[in-house]
Structures are given as structure tokens and as C-alpha cells.
């Protein structure tokens, strides 16, 4: 593919450094161009959804949200049929499914061969969790050789198109100034791996936020940019957020680099980001898009609060 080859090349190029040959290599400006991002989200790119193919998903989701023993068989048949109409939602999470061991795989082949062949299927429509899909095949060698390169290609694929998984993985790259082992990072550039982390925090992908108000917090000292962030992180569902700001509206001391937010001491705001944290550790596909109307960020005074979470009340 013209993508993968493109990216590889760019990312190679980068990590090797200049050769004197100019034929071999972009120059120094058309890889940088390469590098360059815009935001966007995926919805931009997903066809609509088959009637039939979403009933069939909106059943799936029933049995697996049901209470108590959850008859995975049923559920992977529904979710067959709707992937058979292209519905892609099925696909994400048939895929999840086959990967956990939960659901066997269909005659004469291993979960992980079904699986590499749905993040094809959603490829080949340009489904963008399905270029991400792959890069994580391509990455933990599932279903496929292990190829880090070309797993860099896929996820680099799927942020340019919207999806907040990739832009997340992405963006980590491009903000970390050292690699594994300490080696430097020769693709570091942090104004471009902000920019993608910003793009997969707005796109509702609560590690990207937690990534970047930790950047802000330890890397910028800039504490109310990281506050920011952490709220938006814990309106998304992550865990760590909640638990930063926990810390944080503790107060504690400067020297604390870890937990200082340079927020004043309320003991009402630690104990219901506690119970936030604690539902997102019982139930990881909570979000709080009322968060506002839970705790909202100083110096917006907190309101009453029954305790409830508007998630639940919605079915969801």
C-alpha cells in the first residue's frame, strides 16, 4: 500500500538520519511535510449503517450488557451477521470478543486468523478502527508476523483518519524525547504529538487527555492546562484522571511533583472524584458527560449532588 510504504519510509528516514545518496531519501522538508497533521474525526469516514445488520448489533449489545452469565455463542452469531452486512460496529467488537477467548472462532480457523481477516474486511471500506486494529495485530504479532514498522504505518493511518486510538498511540511517539532503553527519540516533535493528542482528547479518548495533562503537569509545569485536561480525561472515563485529581485537590506541597496541581485544599471535591474513580474501576465503559454538574473545576462552586450518575440513568 501506497500509506504503508510512505510512512515506513518516513519514519526509517528518520531514525537512520541523511544518506549522501538524495535519491534514496525525501529531503528534510518532505518528510517533515509527511509528518504534519490535521485534526479530524472518523465519523467523517463511516458509511451508514445496514437497518437489519444494526438490529441484529443493538440484540448483541442486550445479551452482553445483561446481568449475570452472558451466552457469548448467542452473542457472536449476532454480531456475525451484522459484520456479513458491513456494519462496523460489529466488526470493533467481534474482534475484542475473538480476541479475549470469549467467542470461538468459526470452523477451520483460529480466532486470531478471524480476527486479522475482520481488520481487513474493515481496511478494504476504510473503516479507520480498522487500520488501528491492525497496527495492534502488527505490533503483538496476533494472527500475523510481528512487524513494528508497519504497525507504526497502520496506526499512523487511522490517526490521519479520526480514529482517537491511533492518534493516541501516535502522538506518545512524537512527545517522548527518549525511546526504550534511554535512546533518543530521532522523531521527536512534540508540537506535532500535542496536536494529536489534543485531536484524540477532543475525540472522546480519555488516556490521550490523561497523556497530555500529565505532559502539561510534569514537562510544562503549566497546572491549569494539565487540570483542564484531567477533567476531560475522567469526563471520558479514565481512571488515572480521576485519581490525579484526587490527589490533587489534596494540595499537596510543591515538592510533590507527582500529585502538585496547584489547587487549593476541598476535601468535597476529593471525595467525589473518589466515587468517580471507584465507578470507572467497576464499570471501565462509564463516561460523565455531566461531570459539570457532579464537581465541576474551580472557581465554579460545587453543586448538590445525589450521589447518581446520568450514564446510568440513560440505559447506557
Known amino acids: 500500500m501506497n500509506f504503508k510504504k510512505n510512512i515506513i519510509f518516513v519514519m526509517v528516514s528518520l531514525i537512520i538520519g541523511c544518506h549522501d545518496n538524495k535519491e534514496e531519501i525525501m529531503s528534510a522538508q518532505d518528510k517533515e511535510d509527511k509528518l504534519q497533521f490535521n485534526c479530524t ?43 456479513d452486512k458491513d456494519h462496523y460496529k460489529a ?12 467467542v470461538n472462532s468459526l470452523p477451520g480457523k483460529r480466532q486470531s486468523e478471524e480476527a486479522v481477516e475482520i481488520a481487513e474486511k474493515m481496511i478494504k471500506m476504510n473503516i479507520p478502527s480498522g487500520y488501528y486494529a491492525m497496527g495492534y495485530y502488527l505490533e503483538n504479532g496476533y494472527g500475523v508476523e510481528p512487524d513494528k514498522m508497519a504497525s507504526l504505518a497502520y496506526f ?80 471520558n472515563g479514565d481512571y488515572y484522571s480521576a485519581m490525579d485529581l484526587q490527589e490533587g485537590f489534596q494540595s499537596p506541597p510543591s515538592t510533590d511533583e507527582l500529585n502538585y496541581l496547584s489547587l487549593s485544599r476541598d476535601d468535597e471535591r476529593v ?39 446520568e450514564y446510568k440513568k440513560g440505559g447506557k
Open 91 to 102: 466488526m470493533r467488537n467481534l474482534q475484542n470478543l475473538l480476541l479475549q477467548g470469549l
Open 41 to 83: 474525526n472518523e465519523n467523517v469516514y463511516l458509511p451508514a449503517l445496514d437497518p437489519q445488520a444494526d438490529n441484529w448489533f443493538k440484540q448483541a449489545r442486550v445479551l452482553e450488557k445483561a446481568e449475570g452469565p452472558k451466552d457469548y455463542a448467542a452473542i457472536g452469531a449476532l454480531y456475525r451477521q451484522a459484520v
Open 156 to 235: 499512523r493511518k487511522a490517526a490521519d483518519l479520526g480514529n482517537p486510538e491511533g492518534q493516541y498511540v501516535v502522538g506518545r511517539i512524537f512527545v517522548s524525547k527518549n525511546l526504550g532503553n534511554h535512546q533518543k527519540n530521532l522523531v521527536y516533535r512534540p508540537e506535532i504529538g500535542k496536536a494529536m493528542l489534543i485531536c484524540s482528547a477532543n475525540n472522546g479518548y480519555g488516556p490521550a487527555a490523561y497523556e497530555l495533562a500529565s505532559h502539561y503537569k510534569l514537562i510544562d509545569q503549566n497546572y491549569k492546562m494539565a487540570t483542564y485536561y484531567y477533567q476531560l480525561g475522567v469526563m
Open 271 to 309: 471525595h467525589r472524584y473518589t466515587l468517580i474513580r471507584n465507578e470507572i474501576g467497576k464499570n471501565p465503559s462509564a463516561r460523565f458527560p455531566d461531570l459539570d454538574k457532579i464537581v465541576p473545576l474551580p472557581p465554579a462552586p460545587l453543586p448538590k449532588w445525589d450521589g447518581s450518575f
